[in-house]
Protein backbone atom coordinates (compact mmCIF):
# COMPACT_ATOMS: atom_id res chain seq x y z
CA UNK A 1 0.00 0.00 0.00
CA UNK A 2 0.96 3.44 -0.47
CA UNK A 3 -0.12 6.07 2.43
CA UNK A 4 0.56 10.03 2.49
CA UNK A 5 -0.45 11.36 6.09
CA UNK A 6 -1.13 14.75 6.02
CA UNK A 7 -0.77 17.04 9.58
CA UNK A 8 -0.43 19.94 10.96
CA UNK A 9 3.30 19.57 12.23
CA UNK A 10 3.37 23.01 13.77
CA UNK A 11 5.32 22.67 17.16
CA UNK A 12 2.66 24.10 19.50
CA UNK A 13 -0.57 23.71 17.77
CA UNK A 14 -0.04 20.27 15.80
CA UNK A 15 2.36 18.03 18.45
CA UNK A 16 -0.04 15.89 18.88
CA UNK A 17 -1.35 15.44 15.80
CA UNK A 18 2.05 14.44 14.65
CA UNK A 19 2.34 11.81 17.62
CA UNK A 20 -0.54 10.47 16.82
CA UNK A 21 0.09 10.08 13.39
CA UNK A 22 3.40 8.62 13.80
CA UNK A 23 1.57 5.77 15.88
CA UNK A 24 -0.27 4.91 13.12
CA UNK A 25 2.34 4.93 10.64
CA UNK A 26 4.77 3.15 12.69
CA UNK A 27 1.84 0.60 12.75
CA UNK A 28 1.11 0.73 8.64
CA UNK A 29 5.26 0.88 7.95
CA UNK A 30 4.67 -2.87 8.14
CA UNK A 31 2.50 -3.64 5.33
CA UNK A 32 3.15 0.28 3.41
CA UNK A 33 5.23 2.63 2.43
CA UNK A 34 4.16 5.80 4.47
CA UNK A 35 5.09 9.35 3.66
CA UNK A 36 3.71 12.66 5.23
CA UNK A 37 2.96 15.71 3.66
CA UNK A 38 3.64 18.98 6.14
CA UNK A 39 3.81 22.83 5.83
CA UNK A 40 7.57 23.88 6.27
CA UNK A 41 6.25 26.67 8.65
CA UNK A 42 8.74 28.53 11.36
CA UNK A 43 8.99 25.34 14.34
CA UNK A 44 7.67 22.89 13.00
CA UNK A 45 8.06 19.23 13.52
CA UNK A 46 9.38 18.11 9.66
CA UNK A 47 13.09 17.07 10.82
CA UNK A 48 11.36 14.80 14.11
CA UNK A 49 9.18 13.19 11.77
CA UNK A 50 12.39 12.50 9.25
CA UNK A 51 13.99 11.15 12.15
CA UNK A 52 11.28 8.72 12.74
CA UNK A 53 12.46 7.38 9.28
CA UNK A 54 9.69 9.48 7.25
CA UNK A 55 10.03 11.10 4.08
CA UNK A 56 8.59 14.41 4.19
CA UNK A 57 6.84 16.52 1.22
CA UNK A 58 5.49 19.99 1.15
CA UNK A 59 3.17 20.26 -1.34
CA UNK A 60 0.36 17.25 -1.52
CA UNK A 61 -0.42 17.12 -5.55
CA UNK A 62 3.42 16.78 -6.49
CA UNK A 63 3.67 14.17 -3.45
CA UNK A 64 0.45 11.78 -4.85
CA UNK A 65 0.80 12.54 -8.75
CA UNK A 66 3.64 10.26 -10.23
CA UNK A 67 1.97 7.06 -8.06
CA UNK A 68 -1.59 5.83 -7.05
CA UNK A 69 -2.16 6.51 -3.36
CA UNK A 70 -4.15 3.78 -2.01
CA UNK A 71 -5.08 6.45 1.92
CA UNK A 72 -4.67 9.40 2.27
CA UNK A 73 -4.95 10.13 5.73
CA UNK A 74 -5.20 13.95 7.08
CA UNK A 75 -4.83 15.31 10.39
CA UNK A 76 -5.31 18.97 10.80
CA UNK A 77 -7.87 21.09 12.10
CA UNK A 78 -7.48 23.76 9.45
CA UNK A 79 -8.48 21.26 6.53
CA UNK A 80 -12.18 20.35 5.51
CA UNK A 81 -13.91 18.81 2.43
CA UNK A 82 -12.61 21.19 -0.07
CA UNK A 83 -9.06 20.18 0.16
CA UNK A 84 -10.68 16.41 0.35
CA UNK A 85 -12.07 16.45 -3.00
CA UNK A 86 -9.59 18.29 -4.97
CA UNK A 87 -7.21 15.16 -3.68
CA UNK A 88 -9.81 12.77 -5.02
CA UNK A 89 -8.59 12.12 -8.62
CA UNK A 90 -5.16 11.50 -6.80
CA UNK A 91 -5.79 8.71 -3.73
CA UNK A 92 -8.39 5.78 -3.79
CA UNK A 93 -9.43 6.33 -0.24
CA UNK A 94 -9.67 8.79 2.02
CA UNK A 95 -9.16 8.98 5.94
CA UNK A 96 -9.53 12.10 8.84
CA UNK A 97 -8.57 12.26 11.98
CA UNK A 98 -10.98 14.87 13.78
CA UNK A 99 -12.16 15.52 17.17
CA UNK A 100 -13.88 18.99 16.70
CA UNK A 101 -16.59 18.05 14.55
CA UNK A 102 -16.88 21.70 13.01
CA UNK A 103 -17.05 20.78 9.08
CA UNK A 104 -17.80 18.76 6.32
CA UNK A 105 -15.26 16.39 5.45
CA UNK A 106 -15.00 14.27 1.77
CA UNK A 107 -13.56 10.74 3.43
CA UNK A 108 -14.27 7.50 3.05
CA UNK A 109 -13.21 6.89 6.68
CA UNK A 110 -13.08 8.94 9.75
CA UNK A 111 -11.77 8.85 13.25
CA UNK A 112 -12.59 10.28 16.00
CA UNK A 113 -11.06 8.76 19.28
CA UNK A 114 -12.84 10.64 21.99
CA UNK A 115 -15.68 10.14 24.24
CA UNK A 116 -18.50 12.44 24.18
CA UNK A 117 -22.08 12.12 25.03
CA UNK A 118 -23.38 12.71 21.38
CA UNK A 119 -20.63 10.42 19.97
CA UNK A 120 -22.58 8.64 17.96
CA UNK A 121 -24.76 11.89 16.16
CA UNK A 122 -21.54 14.07 16.25
CA UNK A 123 -20.92 13.70 12.24
CA UNK A 124 -24.21 12.64 10.91
CA UNK A 125 -24.57 15.54 8.51
CA UNK A 126 -20.21 16.36 7.98
CA UNK A 127 -19.19 13.30 6.27
CA UNK A 128 -20.89 10.85 3.27
CA UNK A 129 -23.42 8.49 3.64
CA UNK A 130 -20.37 5.88 2.82
CA UNK A 131 -18.10 6.60 5.34
CA UNK A 132 -17.02 4.09 8.05
CA UNK A 133 -16.94 5.90 11.62
CA UNK A 134 -14.67 4.57 14.23
CA UNK A 135 -15.80 6.67 17.33
CA UNK A 136 -14.27 6.60 20.91
CA UNK A 137 -11.05 5.55 23.22
CA UNK A 138 -11.74 2.12 21.61
CA UNK A 139 -9.95 3.27 18.58
CA UNK A 140 -7.30 5.78 20.66
CA UNK A 141 -3.75 6.03 18.80
CA UNK A 142 -1.25 5.17 21.49
CA UNK A 143 1.92 4.50 20.70
CA UNK A 144 2.71 0.59 21.31
CA UNK A 145 5.42 1.23 24.72
CA UNK A 146 1.82 1.66 26.18
CA UNK A 147 0.63 -1.32 25.54
CA UNK A 148 3.38 -3.05 26.53
CA UNK A 149 3.78 -0.95 29.66
CA UNK A 150 -0.02 -2.19 30.56
CA UNK A 151 0.84 -5.87 30.57
CA UNK A 152 3.02 -5.54 33.03
CA UNK A 153 1.52 -2.92 35.03
CA UNK A 154 1.79 -2.88 39.33
CA UNK A 155 -1.08 -2.83 41.59
CA UNK A 156 -2.21 0.13 42.55
CA UNK A 157 -3.48 0.56 45.99
CA UNK A 158 -4.96 3.80 45.81
CA UNK A 159 -2.48 6.01 48.01
CA UNK A 160 -0.25 8.81 46.41
CA UNK A 161 3.67 8.16 46.94
CA UNK A 162 4.48 9.97 43.70
CA UNK A 163 2.99 12.20 41.31
CA UNK A 164 3.86 12.75 37.68
CA UNK A 165 3.65 17.05 36.42
CA UNK A 166 2.65 17.22 32.80
CA UNK A 167 1.09 19.82 30.41
CA UNK A 168 2.23 19.83 27.35
CA UNK A 169 5.39 19.99 25.27
CA UNK A 170 5.45 23.56 25.35
CA UNK A 171 2.76 24.73 28.33
CA UNK A 172 3.22 28.31 26.81
CA UNK A 173 1.17 29.75 30.02
CA UNK A 174 3.48 28.33 32.05
CA UNK A 175 0.63 25.58 33.99
CA UNK A 176 3.40 23.57 35.56
CA UNK A 177 5.02 26.06 37.71
CA UNK A 178 0.83 26.64 39.21
CA UNK A 179 1.28 22.66 39.92
CA UNK A 180 4.76 23.24 41.22
CA UNK A 181 3.32 26.02 43.72
CA UNK A 182 0.97 23.78 44.66
CA UNK A 183 2.91 21.21 45.59
CA UNK A 184 4.97 23.69 48.12
CA UNK A 185 1.27 24.44 49.63
CA UNK A 186 1.09 20.96 50.46
CA UNK A 187 4.33 20.30 51.69
CA UNK A 188 4.36 16.44 52.22
CA UNK A 189 8.25 16.14 50.91
CA UNK A 190 7.58 12.44 51.70
CA UNK A 191 5.56 11.87 48.27
CA UNK A 192 8.11 12.17 45.30
CA UNK A 193 7.36 14.48 41.84
CA UNK A 194 8.45 13.69 38.68
CA UNK A 195 8.82 17.06 36.44
CA UNK A 196 8.53 16.64 32.67
CA UNK A 197 8.30 19.37 30.24
CA UNK A 198 9.61 19.61 26.40
CA UNK A 199 12.25 21.27 24.57
CA UNK A 200 9.48 24.27 23.66
CA UNK A 201 8.89 25.38 27.00
CA UNK A 202 9.75 28.89 26.97
CA UNK A 203 9.98 28.74 30.99
CA UNK A 204 11.98 25.60 31.18
CA UNK A 205 14.92 27.05 32.87
CA UNK A 206 12.88 28.39 35.73
CA UNK A 207 10.86 24.94 36.03
CA UNK A 208 14.27 23.34 36.65
CA UNK A 209 15.28 25.81 39.51
CA UNK A 210 11.89 25.82 40.81
CA UNK A 211 11.95 21.92 40.85
CA UNK A 212 16.11 21.76 42.66
CA UNK A 213 14.28 24.29 45.33
CA UNK A 214 12.03 21.24 45.96
CA UNK A 215 12.57 17.84 47.97
CA UNK A 216 12.70 14.66 46.70
CA UNK A 217 11.34 16.02 42.60
CA UNK A 218 13.33 15.25 39.48
CA UNK A 219 12.98 17.62 36.71
CA UNK A 220 12.96 15.81 32.86
CA UNK A 221 13.00 17.74 29.73
CA UNK A 222 11.94 16.32 26.23
CA UNK A 223 11.55 12.34 27.71
CA UNK A 224 11.24 9.21 25.68
CA UNK A 225 9.88 7.29 28.08
CA UNK A 226 6.43 8.78 29.45
CA UNK A 227 4.95 5.39 29.73
CA UNK A 228 7.67 4.33 32.40
CA UNK A 229 6.99 7.47 34.25
CA UNK A 230 3.37 7.41 34.00
CA UNK A 231 3.55 3.76 35.49
CA UNK A 232 5.81 5.00 38.65
CA UNK A 233 3.20 7.49 39.46
CA UNK A 234 0.23 7.39 41.37
CA UNK A 235 -1.52 10.01 40.39
CA UNK A 236 -0.78 12.69 37.27
CA UNK A 237 -1.34 17.22 37.03
CA UNK A 238 -1.68 16.91 33.52
CA UNK A 239 -3.44 18.41 30.45
CA UNK A 240 -6.41 17.79 28.30
CA UNK A 241 -6.13 15.81 25.10
CA UNK A 242 -5.05 12.87 23.72
CA UNK A 243 -2.89 11.90 26.94
CA UNK A 244 -6.09 11.64 28.57
CA UNK A 245 -5.92 8.32 27.02
CA UNK A 246 -2.72 7.23 27.80
CA UNK A 247 -3.05 7.78 31.45
CA UNK A 248 -5.99 5.86 31.47
CA UNK A 249 -4.58 3.27 29.76
CA UNK A 250 -2.48 2.83 32.25
CA UNK A 251 -4.56 3.46 34.94
CA UNK A 252 -2.82 7.02 36.25
CA UNK A 253 -5.58 9.02 38.17
CA UNK A 254 -5.09 12.29 37.33
CA UNK A 255 -6.23 16.12 37.82
CA UNK A 256 -6.71 17.84 34.75
CA UNK A 257 -6.14 21.74 33.88
CA UNK A 258 -7.59 22.25 29.79
CA UNK A 259 -5.16 24.61 28.14
CA UNK A 260 -7.03 24.77 24.76
CA UNK A 261 -10.81 25.37 24.27
CA UNK A 262 -11.01 21.61 21.84
CA UNK A 263 -10.20 19.99 25.52
CA UNK A 264 -12.79 21.47 26.97
CA UNK A 265 -15.86 19.34 26.34
CA UNK A 266 -13.85 15.68 26.12
CA UNK A 267 -12.55 16.33 29.56
CA UNK A 268 -15.92 17.69 30.81
CA UNK A 269 -17.56 14.42 29.69
CA UNK A 270 -14.66 12.41 31.12
CA UNK A 271 -15.13 14.22 34.71
CA UNK A 272 -18.71 13.87 34.53
CA UNK A 273 -18.46 10.29 33.63
CA UNK A 274 -15.98 9.89 36.77
CA UNK A 275 -13.07 8.72 34.65
CA UNK A 276 -11.07 11.92 36.05
CA UNK A 277 -11.15 15.15 38.29
CA UNK A 278 -11.35 18.79 36.24
CA UNK A 279 -9.88 21.31 37.48
CA UNK A 280 -11.25 23.59 34.94
CA UNK A 281 -9.64 25.89 32.09
CA UNK A 282 -6.31 27.24 32.50
CA UNK A 283 -7.51 30.57 33.28
CA UNK A 284 -9.86 29.47 36.09
CA UNK A 285 -7.25 27.38 37.79
CA UNK A 286 -4.65 28.80 40.32
CA UNK A 287 -2.22 27.00 42.48
CA UNK A 288 -4.74 26.95 45.56
CA UNK A 289 -7.36 24.91 43.30
CA UNK A 290 -4.54 22.25 42.47
CA UNK A 291 -3.45 22.49 45.88
CA UNK A 292 -6.90 21.84 47.76
CA UNK A 293 -7.46 19.16 45.11
CA UNK A 294 -4.59 17.37 45.71
CA UNK A 295 -5.54 17.65 49.49
CA UNK A 296 -8.66 15.90 49.16
CA UNK A 297 -8.02 13.20 46.47
CA UNK A 298 -4.63 12.51 49.28
CA UNK A 299 -7.88 11.65 51.56
CA UNK A 300 -10.25 9.89 49.41
CA UNK A 301 -8.30 6.49 48.27
CA UNK A 302 -11.93 4.80 47.35
CA UNK A 303 -12.36 7.44 44.56
CA UNK A 304 -8.71 6.90 43.54
CA UNK A 305 -9.16 3.19 43.14
CA UNK A 306 -12.36 4.16 40.83
CA UNK A 307 -10.21 6.26 38.52
CA UNK A 308 -7.89 3.52 38.14
CA UNK A 309 -9.97 0.89 37.66
CA UNK A 310 -12.40 2.87 35.27
CA UNK A 311 -9.60 4.50 33.14
CA UNK A 312 -7.97 1.25 32.23
CA UNK A 313 -11.41 -0.37 31.18
CA UNK A 314 -11.90 2.80 28.89
CA UNK A 315 -8.57 2.32 26.80
CA UNK A 316 -7.20 -0.93 26.45
CA UNK A 317 -4.10 0.55 24.24
CA UNK A 318 -5.10 -1.46 21.05
CA UNK A 319 -6.66 1.25 19.37
CA UNK A 320 -3.56 1.49 16.62
CA UNK A 321 -3.83 -2.17 15.94
CA UNK A 322 -7.69 -1.70 15.44
CA UNK A 323 -7.44 1.01 12.70
CA UNK A 324 -4.30 -0.20 10.76
CA UNK A 325 -6.29 -3.45 10.32
CA UNK A 326 -9.06 -1.37 9.31
CA UNK A 327 -7.57 0.23 6.80
CA UNK A 328 -5.77 -2.84 5.49
CA UNK A 329 -8.80 -4.99 5.27
CA UNK A 330 -10.65 -2.62 3.51
CA UNK A 331 -7.70 -2.01 0.94
CA UNK A 332 -7.30 -6.03 0.53
CA UNK A 333 -11.36 -6.71 0.39
CA UNK A 334 -11.23 -4.09 -2.43
CA UNK A 335 -8.06 -4.77 -4.52
CA UNK A 336 -9.29 -8.67 -4.47
CA UNK A 337 -11.74 -10.54 -5.03
CA UNK A 338 -13.10 -14.26 -4.49
CA UNK A 339 -14.66 -16.68 -7.53
CA UNK A 340 -15.31 -20.23 -7.88
CA UNK A 341 -13.22 -22.60 -9.28
CA UNK A 342 -13.43 -23.86 -12.59
CA UNK A 343 -11.80 -26.97 -14.69
CA UNK A 344 -9.29 -24.18 -16.40
CA UNK A 345 -7.53 -23.62 -12.88
CA UNK A 346 -6.12 -27.50 -12.83
CA UNK A 347 -2.41 -26.51 -13.05
CA UNK A 348 -3.18 -23.53 -10.98
CA UNK A 349 -4.18 -25.94 -7.81
CA UNK A 350 -1.42 -28.50 -8.66
CA UNK A 351 1.54 -26.22 -8.58
CA UNK A 352 -0.54 -24.53 -5.20
CA UNK A 353 -0.83 -28.55 -4.18
CA UNK A 354 3.12 -28.88 -4.37
CA UNK A 355 4.28 -26.28 -2.64
CA UNK A 356 6.89 -27.00 -0.45
CA UNK A 357 4.87 -25.23 2.28
CA UNK A 358 2.07 -26.67 1.35
CA UNK A 359 3.58 -30.24 1.69
CA UNK A 360 5.01 -29.74 4.84
CA UNK A 361 1.54 -28.00 6.74
CA UNK A 362 -0.20 -31.25 4.81
CA UNK A 363 -1.44 -34.93 6.22
CA UNK A 364 0.22 -36.47 3.33
CA UNK A 365 3.09 -34.58 2.93
CA UNK A 366 4.62 -36.84 -0.13
CA UNK A 367 4.44 -35.16 -3.49
CA UNK A 368 1.69 -35.02 -5.69
CA UNK A 369 1.70 -36.54 -9.38
CA UNK A 370 -0.33 -34.80 -12.15
CA UNK A 371 -2.52 -37.71 -13.38
CA UNK A 372 -3.35 -38.11 -9.21
CA UNK A 373 -4.13 -34.59 -8.74
CA UNK A 374 -6.58 -34.50 -12.18
CA UNK A 375 -8.73 -36.97 -11.07
CA UNK A 376 -8.62 -35.61 -7.30
CA UNK A 377 -9.43 -32.21 -9.23
CA UNK A 378 -12.07 -32.89 -11.60
CA UNK A 379 -13.86 -35.08 -8.31
CA UNK A 380 -14.05 -32.06 -6.19
CA UNK A 381 -15.56 -30.00 -9.58
CA UNK A 382 -17.83 -31.99 -9.84
CA UNK A 383 -18.94 -33.10 -6.00
CA UNK A 384 -22.16 -31.16 -5.54
CA UNK A 385 -20.51 -31.10 -1.58
CA UNK A 386 -17.83 -29.12 -2.60
CA UNK A 387 -17.00 -25.86 -2.85
CA UNK A 388 -13.87 -24.89 -4.66
CA UNK A 389 -13.00 -20.98 -4.32
CA UNK A 390 -10.20 -18.73 -6.17
CA UNK A 391 -8.89 -15.60 -4.53
CA UNK A 392 -7.70 -13.46 -7.03
CA UNK A 393 -5.70 -9.82 -7.42
CA UNK A 394 -6.37 -8.01 -10.88
CA UNK A 395 -7.42 -11.44 -12.39
CA UNK A 396 -4.09 -12.88 -11.05
CA UNK A 397 -4.90 -16.18 -8.62
CA UNK A 398 -3.21 -15.78 -5.52
CA UNK A 399 -4.80 -18.23 -3.10
CA UNK A 400 -7.53 -21.03 -2.77
CA UNK A 401 -10.43 -21.85 -0.12
CA UNK A 402 -12.02 -25.36 -0.26
CA UNK A 403 -15.09 -26.38 1.76
CA UNK A 404 -15.85 -29.87 1.99
CA UNK A 405 -19.21 -30.40 3.43
CA UNK A 406 -20.81 -33.59 5.49
CA UNK A 407 -24.10 -32.90 6.65
CA UNK A 408 -23.67 -29.54 8.54
CA UNK A 409 -20.09 -29.53 8.95
CA UNK A 410 -17.92 -27.76 6.55
CA UNK A 411 -14.42 -28.73 6.50
CA UNK A 412 -11.86 -26.17 5.47
CA UNK A 413 -8.77 -26.12 3.82
CA UNK A 414 -7.04 -23.03 2.74
CA UNK A 415 -3.75 -22.00 0.97
CA UNK A 416 -2.20 -18.31 -0.10
CA UNK A 417 0.58 -18.55 -3.23
CA UNK A 418 3.87 -18.28 -1.73
CA UNK A 419 4.47 -14.71 -3.65
CA UNK A 420 1.47 -13.26 -1.70
CA UNK A 421 1.72 -14.82 1.70
CA UNK A 422 2.43 -12.23 5.25
CA UNK A 423 0.29 -9.94 3.59
CA UNK A 424 -3.11 -10.98 5.51
CA UNK A 425 -4.65 -13.12 2.98
CA UNK A 426 -5.25 -16.66 4.77
CA UNK A 427 -7.39 -13.76 7.32
CA UNK A 428 -9.04 -12.71 3.94
CA UNK A 429 -9.53 -15.39 2.30
CA UNK A 430 -11.07 -17.50 5.06
CA UNK A 431 -13.80 -14.42 6.05
CA UNK A 432 -14.49 -13.66 2.55
CA UNK A 433 -14.97 -17.81 1.51
CA UNK A 434 -17.16 -18.13 4.76
CA UNK A 435 -19.18 -14.94 3.66
CA UNK A 436 -19.68 -16.96 0.70
CA UNK A 437 -20.61 -20.08 1.95
CA UNK A 438 -23.27 -18.48 4.22
CA UNK A 439 -24.98 -16.79 0.87
CA UNK A 440 -25.78 -20.26 -0.26
CA UNK A 441 -27.07 -21.38 2.68
CA UNK A 442 -30.44 -21.38 4.50
CA UNK A 443 -29.42 -23.39 7.75
CA UNK A 444 -26.81 -23.17 10.29
CA UNK A 445 -23.34 -24.06 9.21
CA UNK A 446 -20.38 -25.43 11.59
CA UNK A 447 -17.08 -24.32 10.13
CA UNK A 448 -14.91 -26.54 10.88
CA UNK A 449 -10.60 -26.92 10.36
CA UNK A 450 -7.65 -29.65 11.77
CA UNK A 451 -4.63 -27.90 12.09
CA UNK A 452 -0.97 -28.87 12.59
CA UNK A 453 0.28 -27.52 15.99
CA UNK A 454 3.77 -26.30 14.49
CA UNK A 455 1.83 -24.89 11.42
CA UNK A 456 1.61 -21.25 14.15
CA UNK A 457 0.35 -19.07 11.16
CA UNK A 458 -2.74 -21.01 10.59
CA UNK A 459 -3.17 -21.85 14.01
CA UNK A 460 -2.96 -17.84 14.76
CA UNK A 461 -5.47 -16.91 11.49
CA UNK A 462 -8.04 -19.10 13.13
CA UNK A 463 -7.84 -17.98 16.55
CA UNK A 464 -8.13 -14.13 15.84
CA UNK A 465 -11.64 -14.41 13.40
CA UNK A 466 -13.23 -16.45 15.90
CA UNK A 467 -13.20 -19.75 15.91
CA UNK A 468 -13.02 -22.44 18.78
CA UNK A 469 -11.08 -24.98 20.15
CA UNK A 470 -13.01 -28.31 20.03
CA UNK A 471 -12.10 -31.84 20.66
CA UNK A 472 -12.33 -33.76 17.93
CA UNK A 473 -12.12 -37.80 17.15
CA UNK A 474 -8.86 -38.91 15.33
CA UNK A 475 -9.16 -39.24 11.92
CA UNK A 476 -7.47 -41.25 9.60
CA UNK A 477 -6.16 -38.24 8.28
CA UNK A 478 -4.34 -37.28 11.66
CA UNK A 479 -3.19 -40.97 12.67
CA UNK A 480 0.66 -40.52 11.39
CA UNK A 481 -0.35 -36.55 12.58
CA UNK A 482 -1.42 -36.74 15.96
CA UNK A 483 -0.16 -33.07 17.02
CA UNK A 484 -3.28 -31.37 15.76
CA UNK A 485 -5.65 -28.80 16.85
CA UNK A 486 -9.46 -28.64 15.66
CA UNK A 487 -11.03 -25.74 15.25
CA UNK A 488 -15.28 -24.76 14.81
CA UNK A 489 -17.21 -22.07 14.27
CA UNK A 490 -21.03 -22.10 14.14
CA UNK A 491 -22.61 -19.30 12.29
CA UNK A 492 -26.27 -18.74 10.65
CA UNK A 493 -27.21 -18.00 7.27
CA UNK A 494 -26.92 -14.60 6.55
CA UNK A 495 -29.69 -12.26 5.89
CA UNK A 496 -30.11 -12.23 1.61
CA UNK A 497 -32.60 -9.08 2.40
CA UNK A 498 -30.25 -7.19 4.00
Known amino acids: MEILIRTDASEQIGSGHVMRCLSLANELRQKARVSFICQELPGNMCDYIEQQGYPVHSNAILAAENKLIDWLIVDHYSIDAQWET???????????????????????????????????SRYHDLVPQHCKQLLGPKYALLRPEFLSARQTLRKRDGSIKRILIFLGGSDPTNETTKALDAIKLLNYPDIAVDVVVGASNPHKEQIKQLCASLPNSSYYCQVSNMAELMVKADLAIGAGGSTNWERCCLGLPSLVITIAENQEELTQTLHEQTYLCWLGTKEKVSAETIWQNLSDILNEPERVLSFIERGKQLVDGNGTKRVSSIIEETHISEEYRLRKATAEDLLTYYHWANDEAVRKNSFSPEPIDLETHKCWFQQKLNNPDTLLYILEKNENPVGQIRFDVEEKIAHIDYSIDSKFRRLGLGKQILQLGIKKKLLDESREVYFQAVVKTENFVSNQIFQKIGFNKVAAKQTNKQSKNPATTTYQLKLSPINKAG
Open 86 to 120: TMRPYVRKIMVIDDMANRKHDCDLLLDQNLYVDME
